[in-house]
């Protein structure tokens, strides 16, 4: 019998079998398809950031960026001397309309709370910290200026949490799992993705497609942080010399990872060049589509131990934010598995015991 | 001068092709389209010559069915004077193509006539020399480097063996390398303008032109998939693979 | 049926692909006759003589055909055309200038680039740079094709005798003159464009390693390429990087050496016609696309692979 076994190698389940490994447990990781065409982690615009609505995504976002800053001493292996994840730490930007404003206070109050460190700024006065921006319809922004929010290579990031995990004792093997009685193990850990449901048919976690553009733009501004408009969902950062793009509309029972091309011309360069004056000149050059692991109840995480199991958890349902929660869900597993509780952030509200009984609690600020 | 630049749409380049099941050609339908690219660098070298002051009009010109529009509007967008679109659906050949050109030349009386040097969808590369052919006017084609003298054009073409120069009298027929120029970015404001000026309609068939194919297209499949790939002991062995096998080196 | 092809040379020797083209127009009809266009081009027209499947050959001979000139070249042809069933040449930038302007005189719809001669009329070619390929049929009376000269092995050069008939020349045209040729020899080709990439990954651990990388490509004239990584470490900037935010490209060979094969690398080259990956790391992904994998460490296969290919004397530039 096996001591751990976690179904699904992506981000979630290398993160996860890092974290238990540290403790000493013995992991196997199976995966299906180890060049992870279709995972959503290599496919992610790699983002890390806190500014969130609910408490606990802000803690956790915190520990991404605590975690990523420590790449270099945690991940280190012989065979990975000097792991990197290729951190930007360029900061986010959030603007809001009216509508939005009065959530957007409550947020703050959970960014202090929790000491996230995010400023906020009146719409009026944003061009005075970002003068690139045209401000109208904006009434409220938040943004961070210390390095405590960015992107990440996530194809790296992955690379590097594997190879320490297997430096620690952990096993990696490709292979197929379509139900979870195929598995004798003490405990098993359900980090399937996008294909939860393919598992545990009782989590309503299905794939979410999301198109990211890449565009050229005579002007260049390395400094622009990610910068998410919600008051039309589109959301853009500089890449090398170019900039992406994210579409904000999404796709369910996708037939394929084509991108919608057409969103471009019809949505997303629209919605640039309003708030960002140089984007009124771009060129389209690319873009590629990927999964998001959208919970359909309420677009938060799934974590904790299935009540209709004896020895299985699960990780899923981030919608977009698996590869930066991944450090502080592999943790809170590792905690719940090997002590039976949380021990530092406390995620005990993404209980499965909550989508069974579908107690929505949603968090509003998916990019 | 007056330069008449023909421009096609296509299947954006950034679009994976698919086939259609039935073999009857592949996937359009909800599609991006974009100008051909070749065809942005023939719109552009047009209006870097009338900034120079050496043209005076630009007329933008495509031939194929309705939203084919675009592409004069996007020519239209970065500087190209008025646009000619010739109305025709179905699949139009590049001879056809070019008698449809032929006619509008006649009329139009342009000095100069530019496109790309091949469209990214039939990849033919027939019709700019096909008509030139048909008007009896000096070809430059694959051109990387084109200067405007008093009635000729010296041009650079991109040739398997280097580079090649010519002298061409004016009138005459350019098609454009991607190495021609670096094509201006079409600004939003400039698409939204270009969207409301007017574009000057015929319908192929009022030009007396046959359009009807002369071949037919039999089946469209995939190309063959690659096949599974192997692992090789060491360095002799890979030698050996490429140069006997896969014959690249 | 008769087929007349067009030979490419430069007056002293044959150019290459002529072979190649002469294989395929032999497969649409036996009775295949060749025309040399050129000025002193004997010994090209005996050289065509002795291809065993070549039944005739067409020398026209002038001083306006000292240089290829498509319009001079077109009117020289169509002055033979009429006894041919087929007229083609190579799909190289030769016969792309030439065969479309002959096409439009005779009013024929030409078929370009074909890969394959499925009858004298029904032809494979590639659409869509090869994402599809189309089996067409010509309609027209006379047909004007022209062939991928890579898709077709050259014809045998010797062990044939064909007849070697003068012909007149046409007319020359006044509109348009020869100026200059050059060949480009020192420039390494352009990464989109290039015939055989070189890539480094995150595996060459630093920026001076890619010296490595730089005496591959040297030596089969090769673009260099990089993974998102190496330029992400400052190996490399990030004009050499391939994949989903940097270059897409589609070389006939790729040698991945050290890139451990992101699907985001993967996007940008898995097109190519022949894949290598160099890794240590056998379970990276890149073995995934490889036509052909090596599992060893690079600092030791690199240097090998070179001294490799300077035993070989056969690398087409």
């Given at each position: 019998?096996?001591?751990?076994?976690v179904?699904?190698?992506?981000?979630?389940?290398?993160?996860?079998?890092?974290?238990?490994?540290?403790?000493?447990r013995?992991?196997?990781?199976?995966?299906?398809?180890?060049?992870?065409?279709?995972?959503?982690?290599p496919?992610?615009?790699?983002?890390?950031?806190?500014?969130?609505?609910q408490k606990e995504?802000?803690?956790?976002?915190?520990?991404?960026?605590?975690?990523?800053?420590?790449?270099?001493?945690?991940?280190?292996t012989?065979?990975?001397?000097?792991?990197?994840?290729?951190?930007?730490?360029?900061?986010?930007?959030?603007?809001?309309?009216?509508?939005?404003a009065?959530?957007?206070?409550?947020?703050?109050?959970?960014?202090?709370?929790?000491?996230?460190?995010?400023?906020?700024?009146?719409?009026?006065?944003?061009?005075?910290?970002?003068?690139y921006?045209?401000?109208?319809?904006?009434?409220?922004?938040?943004?961070?200026?210390?390095?405590?929010?960015?992107?990440?290579?996530?194809?790296?990031?992955?690379?590097?949490?594997k190879?320490?995990?297997?430096?620690?004792?952990?096993?990696?093997i490709?292979?197929?799992?379509?139900?979870?009685?195929?598995?004798?193990?003490?405990?098993?850990?359900?980090a399937?993705?996008?294909?939860?449901?393919?598992?545990?048919?009782?989590?309503?976690?299905?794939?979410?497609?999301?198109?990211?553009?890449?565009?050229?733009?005579?002007?260049?501004?390395?400094?622009?942080?990610l910068?998410?408009?919600?008051?039309?969902?589109?959301?853009?950062?500089?890449?090398?010399?170019?900039?992406?793009?994210?579409?904000?509309?999404?796709?369910?029972?996708?037939?394929?990872?084509?991108?919608?091309?057409?969103d471009?011309e019809?949505?997303?360069?629209?919605?640039?060049?309003?708030?960002?004056?140089?984007?009124?000149?771009l060129?389209?050059?690319?873009?590629?589509?990927?999964?998001?692991?959208?919970?359909?109840?309420?677009?938060?995480?799934?974590?904790?131990?299935?009540?209709?199991?004896?020895?299985?958890?699960?990780?899923?349902?981030?919608?977009?934010?698996?590869?930066m929660?991944?450090?502080?869900?592999?943790?809170?597993?590792?905690?719940?598995?090997?002590?039976?509780?949380?021990?530092?952030?406390?995620?005990?509200?993404?209980?499965v015991?909550?989508?069974?009984q579908?107690?929505?609690?949603?968090?509003?600020?998916?990019? | 001068?007056?330069i008449?630049?023909?421009?096609?749409?296509?299947?954006d380049?950034?679009?994976?092709?698919?086939?259609?099941?039935?073999?009857?050609?592949?996937?359009?339908?909800?599609?991006?389209m974009?100008?051909?690219?070749?065809?942005?660098?023939?719109?552009?070298?047009?209006?870097?010559?009338?900034?120079?002051?050496?043209?005076?009009?630009?007329?933008?010109?495509?031939?194929?069915?309705?939203?084919?529009?675009?592409?004069?509007?996007?020519?239209?967008?970065?500087?190209?004077?008025?646009?000619?679109?010739?109305?025709?659906?179905?699949?139009?050949?590049?001879?056809?193509?070019?008698k449809?050109?032929?006619k509008?030349?006649?009329?139009?009386?342009?000095?100069?006539?530019?496109?790309?040097?091949?469209?990214?969808?039939?990849?033919?590369?027939?019709?700019?020399?096909?008509?030139?052919?048909?008007l009896?006017w000096?070809?430059?084609?694959?051109?990387?480097?084109?200067?405007?003298?008093?009635?000729?054009?010296?041009?650079?073409?991109?040739?398997?063996?280097?580079?090649?120069?010519?002298?061409?009298?004016?009138?005459?027929?350019?098609?454009?390398?991607?190495?021609?120029?670096?094509?201006?970015?079409?600004?939003?404001?400039?698409?939204?303008?270009?969207?409301?000026?007017?574009?000057?309609?015929?319908?192929?068939?009022?030009?007396?032109?046959?359009?009807?194919?002369?071949?037919?297209?039999?089946k469209?499949?995939?190309?063959?998939?690659?096949?599974?790939?192997?692992?090789?002991?060491?360095?002799?062995?890979?030698?050996?693979?490429?140069?006997?096998?896969?014959?690249?080196? | 049926?008769?087929?007349?092809?067009?030979?490419?040379h430069?007056?002293?020797?044959?150019?290459?692909?002529?072979?190649?083209?002469?294989?395929?127009?032999?497969?649409?009809?036996?009775?295949?006759?060749?025309?040399v266009?050129?000025?002193?081009?004997?010994?090209?027209?005996?050289?065509?003589?002795?291809?065993?499947?070549?039944?005739?050959?067409i020398?026209?001979?002038?001083?306006?055909?000292?240089?290829?000139?498509?319009?001079?070249?077109?009117?020289?042809?169509?002055?033979?055309?009429?006894?041919?069933?087929?007229?083609v040449?190579?799909?190289?930038?030769?016969?792309?200038?030439?065969?479309?302007?002959?096409?439009?005189?005779?009013?024929?719809?030409?078929v370009?680039?074909?890969?394959?001669?499925?009858?004298?009329?029904?032809?494979?070619?590639?659409?869509y740079?090869?994402?599809?390929?189309?089996?067409?049929?010509?309609?027209?009376?006379?047909?004007?094709?022209?062939?991928?000269?890579?898709?077709?092995?050259?014809?045998?050069?010797?062990?044939?005798?064909?007849?070697?008939?003068?012909?007149?020349a046409?007319?020359?045209?006044?509109?348009?003159?020869?100026?200059?040729?050059?060949?480009?020899?020192?420039?390494?080709?352009?990464?989109?464009?290039?015939?055989?990439?070189?890539?480094?990954?995150r595996?060459?651990?630093?920026?001076?390693?890619?010296?490595?990388?730089?005496?591959?490509?040297?030596k089969?004239?090769?673009?260099?390429?990089?993974?998102?990584?190496?330029?992400?470490?400052?190996?490399?900037?990030?004009?050499?990087?391939?994949?989903?935010?940097?270059?897409?490209?589609?070389?006939?060979?790729?040698?991945?050496?050290?890139?451990?094969?992101?699907?985001?690398?993967?996007?940008?080259?898995?097109?190519?016609?022949?894949?290598?990956?160099?890794?240590?790391?056998?379970?990276?992904?890149?073995?995934?696309?490889?036509?052909?994998?090596?599992?060893?460490d690079?600092?030791?296969?690199?240097?090998?692979?070179?001294?490799?290919?300077?035993?070989?004397?056969?690398?087409?530039?």
């Amino acid at each position: 019998m096996d001591d751990v076994v976690v179904i699904g190698g992506g981000i979630i389940g290398a993160a996860t079998a890092y974290f238990l490994s540290k403790e000493g447990r013995k992991v196997k990781v199976i995966e299906r398809d180890p060049s992870y065409k279709t995972a959503s982690f290599p496919l992610s615009l790699g983002g890390f950031r806190r500014q969130f609505f609910q408490k606990e995504n802000i803690l956790l976002g915190k520990f991404a960026k605590e975690f990523i800053f420590s790449i270099p001493e945690l991940l280190k292996t012989e065979k990975n001397p000097n792991p990197t994840a290729s951190m930007v730490p360029n900061g986010y930007l959030l603007m809001f309309g009216p509508e939005h404003a009065e959530e957007q206070y409550r947020a703050l109050e959970n960014h202090k709370a929790c000491d996230a460190g995010t400023k906020n700024i009146k719409g009026s006065e944003l061009t005075n910290v970002f003068p690139y921006i045209n401000n109208e319809g904006i009434e409220t922004a938040t943004f961070t200026d210390n390095k405590s929010e960015g992107w990440i290579d996530p194809f790296l990031f992955h690379s590097a949490l594997k190879s320490k995990a297997i430096d620690l004792g952990a096993e990696f093997i490709k292979g197929e799992v379509k139900s979870l009685s195929e598995i004798n193990a003490k405990t098993i850990v359900s980090a399937a993705g996008c294909w939860t449901k393919e598992l545990l048919e009782d989590i309503p976690v299905v794939p979410q497609k999301h198109t990211v553009f890449r565009v050229k733009c005579p002007k260049h501004i390395p400094e622009m942080p990610l910068t998410g408009d919600l008051t039309t969902g589109v959301y853009w950062r500089p890449e090398g010399k170019e900039y992406l793009a994210g579409s904000p509309i999404s796709v369910f029972d996708a037939d394929d990872l084509e991108p919608a091309w057409n969103d471009f011309e019809e949505l997303v360069w629209p919605a640039l060049a309003k708030r960002i004056s140089i984007f009124e000149e771009l060129k389209l050059t690319g873009g590629w589509a990927g999964y998001y692991d959208c919970n359909k109840l309420d677009n938060n995480a799934v974590v904790g131990k299935h009540p209709k199991y004896e020895n299985v958890y699960m990780a899923s349902g981030f919608t977009g934010r698996g590869l930066m929660q991944a450090p502080g869900i592999g943790r809170a597993l590792t905690e719940l598995i090997t002590t039976g509780s949380y021990q530092t952030i406390d995620i005990s509200v993404f209980a499965v015991e909550r989508v069974l009984q579908s107690n929505a609690r949603p968090e509003p600020y998916v990019l | 001068m007056k330069i008449l630049v023909a421009v096609k749409r296509v299947i954006d380049y950034n679009v994976q092709i698919r086939v259609k099941e039935d073999g009857s050609g592949v996937v359009t339908d909800n599609v991006k389209m974009s100008t051909n690219p070749p065809d942005d660098n023939a719109v552009e070298e047009a209006v870097k010559i009338k900034e120079a002051g050496k043209a005076t009009e630009i007329v933008a010109i495509t031939v194929g069915e309705e939203k084919a529009q675009e592409t004069i509007r996007k020519a239209l967008a970065v500087g190209a004077d008025r646009g000619i679109h010739v109305k025709v659906d179905g699949i139009i050949e590049p001879l056809a193509v070019s008698k449809i050109l032929q006619k509008v030349v006649e009329k139009e009386k342009p000095d100069l006539v530019f496109m790309g040097k091949q469209a990214i969808d039939d990849d033919c590369n027939q019709t700019g020399q096909m008509l030139a052919a048909l008007l009896n006017w000096p070809q430059a084609t694959f051109a990387s480097k084109i200067e405007v003298k008093e009635k000729s054009l010296e041009v650079t073409r991109e040739v398997d063996e280097g580079l090649e120069t010519i002298e061409v009298n004016v009138p005459a027929i350019v098609t454009c390398d991607l190495r021609l120029n670096e094509p201006r970015y079409a600004s939003l404001p400039n698409i939204m303008k270009a969207k409301k000026k007017p574009i000057e309609q015929i319908n192929a068939s009022d030009l007396g032109v046959d359009t009807n194919p002369r071949i037919e297209q039999i089946k469209v499949e995939e190309p063959p998939k690659r096949k599974a790939g192997i692992k090789v002991a060491n360095v002799e062995e890979l030698v050996q693979k490429l140069k006997n096998e896969a014959k690249v080196i | 049926m008769s087929v007349l092809l067009i030979a490419e040379h430069n007056n002293k020797e044959v150019k290459p692909f002529t072979y190649n083209a002469i294989t395929a127009a032999s497969q649409i009809d036996q009775d295949l006759h060749v025309l040399v266009i050129g000025l002193n081009a004997d010994e090209v027209a005996k050289s065509i003589s002795q291809v065993p499947s070549v039944k005739k050959v067409i020398q026209v001979d002038n001083e306006i055909y000292e240089n290829y000139i498509a319009e001079n070249f077109t009117t020289a042809i169509i002055k033979q055309s009429d006894k041919y069933s087929h007229i083609v040449c190579s799909a190289n930038t030769f016969g792309k200038n030439l065969m479309p302007r002959v096409a439009a005189l005779l009013d024929t719809s030409q078929v370009s680039d074909i890969i394959k001669v499925i009858s004298s009329d029904t032809f494979l070619r590639p659409i869509y740079a090869g994402n599809a390929f189309a089996t067409v049929k010509s309609n027209d009376p006379k047909k004007c094709v022209t062939i991928r000269p890579t898709s077709f092995d050259p014809a045998p050069t010797t062990g044939g005798s064909a007849e070697i008939v003068k012909a007149d020349a046409a007319d020359k045209t006044e509109t348009t003159q020869f100026v200059k040729r050059e060949e480009i020899k020192s420039d390494r080709p352009e990464l989109g464009t290039a015939r055989v990439v070189v890539s480094g990954g995150r595996g060459m651990q630093s920026g001076e390693n890619f010296k490595l990388i730089q005496q591959v490509a040297d030596k089969l004239n090769a673009a260099i390429g990089a993974s998102r990584a190496a330029v992400d470490a400052g190996y490399i900037t990030n004009d050499h990087q391939v994949g989903q935010t940097g270059k897409v490209v589609v070389p006939d060979l790729y040698i991945a050496v050290g890139i451990s094969g992101a699907i985001q690398h993967l996007a940008g080259m898995k097109e190519s016609k022949v894949i290598v990956a160099i890794n240590k790391d056998g379970e990276a992904p890149i073995f995934s696309v490889a036509d052909y994998g090596l599992e060893a460490d690079l600092f030791e296969a690199l240097p090998q692979f070179l001294s490799e290919l300077n035993k070989l004397n056969t690398i087409q530039k």
